[in-house]
């Protein structure tokens, strides 16, 4: 079973280099929850304009509707700059900042973990700060740790 498993997410993470790899002049194709592609020509708003986000999204396990979801906050919530720091005025002895392009608060206690809550792991690796946001947001179904996402400001990078 675990070998099927991995089969099943070595594909879909090679369809979704294939997918988010076409040109954007020329048809664009959209994945389906299934992982495929569609041969249906999609508006512009479904381009993915960072394909390494996208990439790491999926890789991560959001679906396709969980990373469009996810890919618009992190637009909303550093303007998809891997190097952001926020929330340096709310910082406490537990707390640090939020940091990577997915703002994910860091726990002071944490550094050098290698938990998500470790700001060294996080600003070292994009794949890493995709995975600790999937695990955040309980595997795509809460995004109300995000900001962006409760004031609706990721609603303009959809």
């Given at each position: 079973?675990?070998?099927?498993?991995?089969?099943?997410?070595?594909?879909?993470?090679?369809?979704?280099?294939?997918?988010?790899?076409?040109?954007?002049?020329?048809?664009?194709?959209?994945?389906?929850?299934?992982?495929?592609?569609?041969?249906?020509?999609?508006p512009p708003q479904y381009v993915c304009e960072h394909q390494n986000i996208c990439d790491s999204l999926l890789k991560a396990g959001f679906n396709v509707e969980?990373?469009?979801?996810?890919?618009?906050?992190?637009?909303?919530?550093?303007?998809?700059?891997?190097?952001?720091?926020?929330?340096?005025?709310?910082?406490?002895?537990?707390?640090?900042?939020?940091?990577?392009?997915?703002?994910?608060?860091?726990l002071k206690a944490e550094k050098d973990s290698g938990s998500c809550r470790d700001i060294v792991a996080l600003q070292a690796s994009l794949d890493f700060s995709?995975?600790?946001?999937?695990?955040?947001?309980?595997?795509?179904?809460?995004?109300?740790?995000?900001?962006?996402?409760?004031?609706?400001?990721?609603?303009?990078?959809?």
């Amino acid at each position: 079973m675990k070998k099927i498993s991995l089969i099943i997410m070595l594909m879909a993470a090679c369809l979704s280099y294939v997918a988010f790899n076409l040109n954007p002049r020329e048809n664009i194709y959209a994945y389906n929850d299934v992982g495929t592609t569609n041969p249906t020509v999609v508006p512009p708003q479904y381009v993915c304009e960072h394909q390494n986000i996208c990439d790491s999204l999926l890789k991560a396990g959001f679906n396709v509707e969980q990373a469009k979801i996810m890919y618009a906050i992190v637009g909303g919530e550093s303007n998809y700059r891997q190097e952001a720091v926020g929330d340096t005025t709310i910082q406490t002895s537990k707390w640090g900042p939020s940091v990577t392009m997915f703002q994910i608060r860091t726990l002071k206690a944490e550094k050098d973990s290698g938990s998500c809550r470790d700001i060294v792991a996080l600003q070292a690796s994009l794949d890493f700060s995709a995975q600790c946001a999937y695990l955040i947001s309980g595997q795509g179904t809460n995004f109300n740790p995000w900001t962006a996402y409760l004031n609706g400001s990721y609603l303009r990078y959809l």
